[in-house]
Each structure stands twice: as structure tokens, then as C-alpha cells.
């Protein structure tokens, strides 16, 4: 009967207590009725009672004791039918059905057929479906006592009819919850008709008359999926049952534990799987945090930043990819609610504050590496981008300051030459907050931080020799000690400093301030320069020099112009944006990136070339030595007298048919090992572009459930 309520369990003592005076009054009418005081069964003269019907259950017997509460106790049957009608017409369903879920059921074609025609208008032959779809569900599980019984009233003939069952379970059957509900039909006796509207997600709960029939329907049908999605390995499968419960997430916000069972299946989908699998598994997230009610949404955003956090532990060319896309997934989420948005980072981040202050205090070197490793900086460069997106965010943007300075303190926990590649790292977070900032006129001060790496002292030693691995930074925290003092080291550091300044004072090349901004910075360049009067090293900033030189007589020549004074806020704002990026600094940049971007499509078309030529000489390598071992085959051949050609013949290619085969397996195996792999960066854009991507993959006739 169900789990009572408060209601019931108040009114069912005094309910079961008026139902025992009644029946006791009733027997004593019957005795004084048959004058000798015995039962009607009892009388001698009475003809005996023959019961052709079939036993009422006890569900049914309480519905008739029900029935004559309302003669008997009639004001207090109105009482309880006007405080909680629920309380009355509890069960109907189980008793309507009482003795249709006892029935066996072999699934054949055409009862199936006649399932999915009277599903549409009758409860009853959904509930079967649900029942059906369960069974299958479970079909591979070990039978116990429980599921024995149930495993026994269904029977599924062939496996075409298994696949054709769980097509049409994942794919309609929800659709048929929404026809039982009514969905979009306006309601006249229900105050929830705001829920019919479009723009608000929509919520099965919100019916509550014809919700309680479809309930136990649709739980029953959200458990069994979520068991059958646990037991899926296969992408295909995988995709095509993601692609399909995004369009009905919304029946999972009546079940809690259900909807957090799901929302941890995909959160390993979603950091585990393939491509498509991942992208679907995060468009369900997406969906949830959007149609369930609010306090869900919470779970989704703690969910997904514990997952990303724990998948950025390691960044390298094989997993930058995915760290990409799962920072752009976390972006688009926490942009959902700016609100919770900003506890959870104050709380992420003020979890990254405890350990760098502990790392200043005790200044060991374990909890130094608390601080610095890939864990630590992908988890702020996941706020920093969330600020970025969002620049308009004021709730957002409140984070900006204690976001510096974490990054501020990361730079000068160990300020030494070893770990400027960490140092740029976050030198590029904080020139991203000041692109972004510019718009929420909020300065960032990144440039003494990169001139001071022009202080390293190893410029002005006595150059080692390194005969390494190429240097690449962009997967690096630290340098090697072997490389520090080198020719490639301090390639590398003029080479950042002229990028991060580059993209740092493009933030300001419009600002009515930049000549007075680029004062410091020039100064130091040019003592550099001076200093170090290698051509191939500071190339790149004697270019930069004249960039700056050049932008900062544009802005002094249109200031000298101007009327109004820097206390007129509008007026310096408008000026910047007059100006707009129509300046020669601007166009410097533009210049750069292009050259940037040639030359690392140049090299790798380079490497590409390379792989490829090494490939050809190893097919070569074995062609040749395969046709040595036949000529060396047929010399011997010759040589022995009184034995079948054919047969020596045959052995021998065999043999090295054999060889052959497994030396290409090893060279395709060695070029599987040095092939590039070159990371995909998807943005919040290109995650909503591939849903649409993902929607023609999977095509449900060509899917066949049946070999799961």
C-alpha cells in the first residue's frame, strides 16, 4: 500500500478503531436476529453459504471498509475527504490493476505491436511496457528470490524483439508519460498552468493529479535505464541513449537519489569516454542543471569542477586537449547562475589561498609543491576564464581581486630562473583578466613582473653547451637544471617577453595613458639591448621597441588634441574608444600573430613530412629485405635434389609471409608511437556546435541492443 504519510499515519488508529465498532455491531444484530445468539453460519435451519468469488485481497477489503466509513461516520468521512482526499483514494491504481500483474507475458511481435497502439490511451498497457522494458533491463543479472518471480511472468522471444523493445523504451516511452500527463493541454481545475509555458522547464510534479498515476511508471522506467546505462561500454550504445534522455532529464527532479545517481554516471562519462560520449554526457549535465529545481544545480557545479580538477592533474600534448574542453565545459555551466558561480569559486579559491599561505609560513619544499603543480594552476585558470567569458558579470567579477592576488603570490613564492615557465603561465592569466577588465575599466599590472625576467644573470655568463630534446614550455612548470644557462634558454626568455608584452600592452593601446605606461618598459628594453648586443636574441625586442615608440607618438598626437581634462571620466573612455584598435601598435600585433601562426603551420607540415618519409624508407627497409629472403629461398630451392618443389616452396613462404606480417606490425606500431597528436581546443561555442554534430552519428536502425 505504499509508504503512509504524516496525514495517515494521524487518522488511521481512529479509522481502524470505527471500523471494529462496526463490524462488532453487526455481528450482534445478526445474533439477535436469529434469536439463539449464534452466527448465521451457525443456525441449523439456514442454508449454507456457497462463495463462488475469489477471496478479496486485503487492498480491496480495505476499500470496502472504506466505502462503509462513509455511512456509518459520515461527518467524519467528509472531514477527511475535505482535509486529504489522497487519503481515500489511495491504492486505486494497485487495486485496478490487482490482478492484471499476475498475468504471465510472452512478448511476442504482435503483442508488442498492439502494446505500442493501445500504449498511447491506456495506463495499463504502459505500465507493461514498463514492466517489459525492466525485465530486459535486468535480463543479464543473477537471479535471486526477488527477481525470480518477475523474471518468470516475462518472456522474450528472440533478440529482434529485445532490440525493438529497448529502442522503443529509451526513445517513445517517455513521450507516452507526457500524453498520460497531458502535457500542454491548458488546465482549468490546476493553478500550475505556468508550467505549460515554453520558456520555463517542465516539470511532471507540477501535475499533480495525473502525476500520481505516471509516478511509479516513471520511476520504475528511470531506474531501469539507470541500470542499463551502468552495464554500457560501446560508444554507440552509449551516444544513443545520451542523445535520447537529454530530451526527458526533467523526469528525473521528482527522485533525488535517482537524478544524483545520474548525474555521477555522467560526470565519469563525461571525463573517461570517447569524444561524442563526452560532449552528449555534458549536454545532459547542462540540461539538468537547467529543468531540475534549483537546489540541483549545486551538485552539478561542485560535481563537474571536482571531476575537472581531479582530470588536470597532468598536462601534456596527449591530455591538453581534454583539459581544454573540460575547462570550457566548467565555464559554460558556472555562466548558467552567476550566484552560486561566485560561492563556489570563493570557496575553490579560498581553498588555494590556505595552501600558499602555508607554503609561505613553513617554506619546505613539499608544501611548496602543493602549490606548484598543474592541479593547482588549471584550477585557476578555470576562474580566470569564467571572469573572461563573462566580463560583464559584475556578481562575477568580484572575484577578480582575490584571483590576482593568488596569481601575484604564485609569481613570488619562488621568483628564481627555474620556474619562469610557470611565471608565464600566469603572467597570460592576468593579461586575459585585463583584456576582459578593460571593459569593466579595471587595470592590471603585469609588465614588472615580465621585465624582471630580463634580470636573469645567466645572460652575461659563459653559454653551456645542450644538445637536448627541443625545449617546449607550454607543458612545462619548471625548467631542467641541465638547461638553464643554455642558448635555448635564453631564446626562450626573450621570446616570452616579447609575446607577453605584446599581448599585455594591446589592453592599452587605445588608453590616453600609453606614453606615460610604456616609460618603465622602455627603459628596461633598451638597457637590455644595449647589454646584449647579439642580434638573434633581441631581434624580436628592437621590433617591440619601435612598436611602442611608434603607438606612443599616435596617442601623444591625438592627446595634444583634446579639450577635456583626466578627471572627465566619459571623455578618457571615449577617446579610447574612438581610437578603437585603428593604431600602430595594434597593427604590430596583427603582424606578429600572423608570422606566429605561419611558422607553427610551417613546422608542422614539417613534422608531418618527416613522419611520413620515415615511414616510406621503413616500408621500403622491409620490402627489400622480404624479397632477400625469396631469393635466398629460391637459391636453396634449386640446390635440393629429390624433394617436392611445391612443398619446399610453400613452407618457405609461409615462414616469411609470417615474418613479414609481424615486422609491419612493429613499424605501424613504432609510427602509432610518433605520431603527433595534436589537441582540439573546444570553446563553450563549440560545445553547443557539436550537439548538433553528435545528432546524426547514431542511427537507431542500424543499432542493435540485442548483442549487449
Request: charged share 30%; net charge negative; with cysteine.
Amino acid at each position: 500500500m505504499g509508504r503512509q504519510t504524516k496525514r495517515e499515519k494521524k487518522f488511521a488508529p481512529k479509522i481502524k478503531g470505527e471500523i471494529q465498532k462496526r463490524k462488532i455491531r453487526q455481528q450482534n444484530e445478526q445474533r439477535k436476529s436469529k434469536g439463539r445468539g449464534l452466527p448465521e453460519q451457525a443456525n441449523p435451519e439456514a442454508e449454507p453459504i456457497i462463495n463462488e468469488e475469489k477471496p478479496k485481497t486485503e487492498l480491496a477489503q480495505h476499500k470496502d471498509e472504506l466505502e462503509a466509513l462513509r455511512s456509518t461516520q459520515k461527518e467524519f468521512f467528509e472531514f477527511l475527504e475535505k482535509e486529504d482526499s489522497g487519503l481515500l483514494q489511495f491504492g486505486e491504481d494497485e487495486l485496478q490493476d490487482d490482478e492484471e500483474e499476475e498475468e504471465d507475458h510472452i512478448l511476442t511481435q504482435e503483442l508488442f505491436e498492439q502494446w505500442k497502439k493501445e500504449a498511447p490511451t491506456s495506463i495499463k498497457i504502459t505500465k507493461k511496457l514498463v514492466q517489459a522494458f525492466h525485465y530486459a533491463c535486468h535480463i543479464n543479472d543473477t537471479e535471486d528470490d526477488s527477481t525470480k518471480a518477475f523474471s518468470e511472468r516475462f518472456k522474450i522471444l528472440n533478440s529482434s524483439i529485445f532490440n525493438e523493445l529497448m529502442l522503443f523504451c529509451i526513445k517513445d516511452l517517455p513521450k507516452l508519460f507526457d500524453t498520460h500527463l497531458k502535457r500542454g493541454e491548458k488546465k482549468v481545475d490546476e493553478e500550475d498552468d505556468t508550467q505549460s509555458d515554453k520558456k520555463q522547464p517542465f516539470l511532471p510534479d507540477k501535475y499533480p493529479t495525473r502525476w500520481n498515476k505516471v509516478k511509479p511508471l516513471a520511476r520504475g522506467f528511470v531506474g531501469a535505464l539507470l541500470h542499463f546505462l551502468g552495464g554500457l561500454s560501446e560508444p554507440q550504445m552509449l551516444g544513443f541513449v545520451l542523445k535520447n534522455t537529454q530530451q526527458w532529464v526533467h523526469y528525473f527532479g521528482p527522485f533525488p537519489k535517482l537524478s544524483n545517481r545520474f548525474l555521477k554516471a555522467l560526470l565519469v562519462l563525461w571525463s573517461s569516454a570517447n569524444e561524442t560520449v563526452r560532449i552528449l554526457s555534458f549536454l545532459n549535465i547542462r540540461q539538468l542543471a537547467i529543468d531540475l529545481p534549483f537546489p540541483f544545480i549545486e551538485s552539478c557545479l561542485k560535481g563537474i569542477y571536482i571531476t575537472y580538477v581531479r582530470n588536470a592533474k597532468f598536462t601534456n600534448e596527449k591530455t591538453q586537449g581534454l583539459i581544454n574542453f573540460m575547462t570550457n565545459c566548467v565555464v559554460e555551466l558556472y555562466g548558467l547562475d552567476s550566484s552560486s558561480a561566485y560561492s563556489h569559486a570563493f570557496v575553490y579559491l579560498r581553498e588555494v589561498a590556505v595552501h600558499l599561505r602555508t607554503a609561505y609560513t613553513t617554506k619546505t619544499k613539499a608544501n611548496q609543491q602543493q602549490v606548484y603543480n598543474w592541479q593547482t594552476l588549471n584550477s585557476i585558470k578555470v576562474w580566470v576564464q569564467l571572469l573572461a567569458t563573462f566580463p560583464q558579470d559584475k556578481q562575477l567579477w568580484l572575484l577578480a581581486y582575490p584571483l590576482v592576488q593568488l596569481i601575484h603570490g604564485i609569481i613570488n613564492l619562488l621568483p628564481i630562473a627555474r620556474y619562469y615557465p610557470l611565471r608565464c603561465h600566469c603572467l597570460r592569466m592576468l593579461n586575459d583578466l585585463a583584456k576582459s577588465g578593460s571593459e569593466a575599466n579595471i587595470f592590471l599590472n603585469s609588465a614588472s613582473y615580465v621585465v624582471d625576467m630580463l634580470q636573469y644573470d645567466g645572460f652575461y655568463k659563459k653559454i653551456k653547451p645542450y644538445s637536448g630534446k627541443k625545449f617546449n614550455a607550454s607543458h612545462l612548470l619548471a625548467v631542467p637544471e641541465n638547461l638553464l644557462g643554455t642558448k635555448t634558454f635564453q631564446d626562450f626568455i626573450t621570446t616570452e617577453v616579447q609575446l607577453l608584452l605584446k599581448d599585455y600592452f594591446a589592453n592599452y593601446s587605445s588608453s590616453i595613458a600609453f606614453p606615460e605606461l610604456v616609460v618603465p618598459v622602455l627603459v628596461a628594453l633598451k638597457r637590455f639591448i644595449s647589454k646584449k648586443k647579439s642580434a638573434p636574441t633581441t631581434g624580436g625586442l628592437r621590433t617591440l621597441v619601435d612598436a611602442l615608440q611608434s603607438n606612443s607618438q599616435f596617442i601623444l598626437a591625438k592627446r595634444n588634441k583634446v579639450t577635456f581634462g583626466p578627471q572627465n571620466v566619459d571623455s578618457v573612455s571615449n577617446f579610447a574608444a574612438t581610437i578603437g584598435v585603428n593604431n600602430p601598435f595594434m597593427k604590430y600585433k596583427d603582424n606578429q600573430d600572423t608570422l606566429i601562426k605561419n611558422r607553427e603551420e610551417a613546422a608542422l607540415r614539417n613534422k608531418e613530412e618527416n613522419l611520413k618519409a620515415e615511414k616510406t624508407r621503413k616500408e621500403k627497409r622491409a620490402a627489400q629485405n622480404g624479397s632477400d629472403d625469396e631469393g635466398d629461398d629460391d637459391d636453396s630451392d634449386e640446390d635440393m635434389i629429390g624433394k617436392d618443389d611445391n612443398e619446399s616452396e610453400d613452407d618457405e613462404v609461409d615462414f616469411d609471409s609470417d615474418r613479414d606480417f609481424d615486422e609491419d606490425d612493429d613499424d605501424e606500431d613504432e609510427d602509432m608511437e610518433s605520431a603527433p597528436t595534436t589537441p582540439k581546443k573546444k570553446g563553450a561555442k563549440g560545445v553547443r556546435a557539436l550537439k548538433t554534430q553528435t545528432e546524426g552519428d547514431d542511427e537507431v536502425e542500424d543499432l542493435d541492443i540485442s548483442k549487449w
